[in-house]
């Protein structure tokens, strides 16, 4: 068959909250290998069928907006090529792991507390003045932490990761990693406040380190390895106190 014959068939996995119900609504169109999942996506909502509802803004896999299941598996839509699925039967579906609101619209709101909860953002003891200057770092510190300051937030992990699919009071691979990104951050003083909440049994103890986190993260970020070397941290500041004690 001829590049110009091929078509691709898309099955989306359809949810109305007015109706309850779900469903599958096939979308044959021309099969085009440069393009991605979400440019079909926009042409079925621009041309074929206003009511399809997907989140998405930059199409350029930094706003993490736009994840999905494709085939089963947790990817950017905006950075999954057509040609690259190996396959002209394509299933979509929304997220799992999240409360779906409608079609492959998910509710991320638990995700988001999440990232509250372990403090994923710059922790200072003393904010520095303007005439103080700003907070230098050489590029040696800025490398311990450089990995895991790549998450984008698009919460593939927690779709991918069996432990928050059977209990969703727990952190989860992308708070953890981003709390060890800070944790690392040479300018920063939450290291402690953040390990005792990751110390509990819905934090750094609960994770089966299966790397489902790792294997769908679109960056490279590494939630697994993240999550080891925090209980490491964690181990060392415990025997630290101990000692002190004694």
């Known amino acids: 068959m001829s590049e110009e014959q091929r078509t ?3 099955r989306i996995r359809r949810y109305s909250p007015e109706e309850g119900t779900r469903r599958y609504q096939e979308y044959r169109l ?3 290998k440069d393009k991605v999942l979400l440019d079909y996506l926009n042409h079925i909502n621009d041309k074929l069928d206003g009511s399809l509802a997907f989140r998405w803004s930059c199409r350029m896999g930094v706003c993490g907006s736009c994840g999905a299941m494709v085939n089963g598996t947790p990817k950017l839509t905006c950075s999954t090529f057509v040609k ?3 396959s002209e039967e394509v299933i979509i579906e929304p997220l799992e792991n999240f409360p779906v609101i409608k079609d492959l619209v998910v509710d991320i709101r638990d995700f988001v507390d999440k990232l509250r909860k372990v403090s994923a953002w710059l922790m ?3 904010e520095r003045s303007l005439e103080e200057g700003e ?5 040696g510190e800025q490398a311990k932490y450089s990995k895991t300051s790549m998450c984008i937030n698009c919460a593939l992990c927690y779709s991918a990761c069996p432990v928050y699919g ?3 009071k727990f952190i989860g691979p992308a708070a953890i990693a981003l709390a060890y990104r800070y944790n690392n951050d040479s300018r920063d003083t939450g290291m402690v406040q953040r390990l005792r909440v990751l110390s509990g049994m819905r934090g750094l103890p609960e994770c089966s380190l299966v790397e489902g986190c790792t ?3 679109p960056k490279g970020v590494d939630p697994v390895a993240a999550i080891k070397k925090s209980r490491i941290q964690l181990d060392e500041i415990r025997n ?3 000692s002190t004690e004694t």
Do not use: H, I, M, W
């Not at 907070?135 to 590029?139: A, E």
């Open 30 to 32: 021309p099969f085009n």
């Open 166 to 168: 059977e209990d969703r």
């Open 135 to 139: 907070y230098p770092q050489t590029p």
């Open 84 to 86: 690259d699925l190996r």
């Open 124 to 126: 200072v003891d003393k």
């Open 240 to 242: 630290k106190g101990s």
């Open 8 to 10: 691709l068939l898309l």
């Open 215 to 217: 294997a769908v993260c």
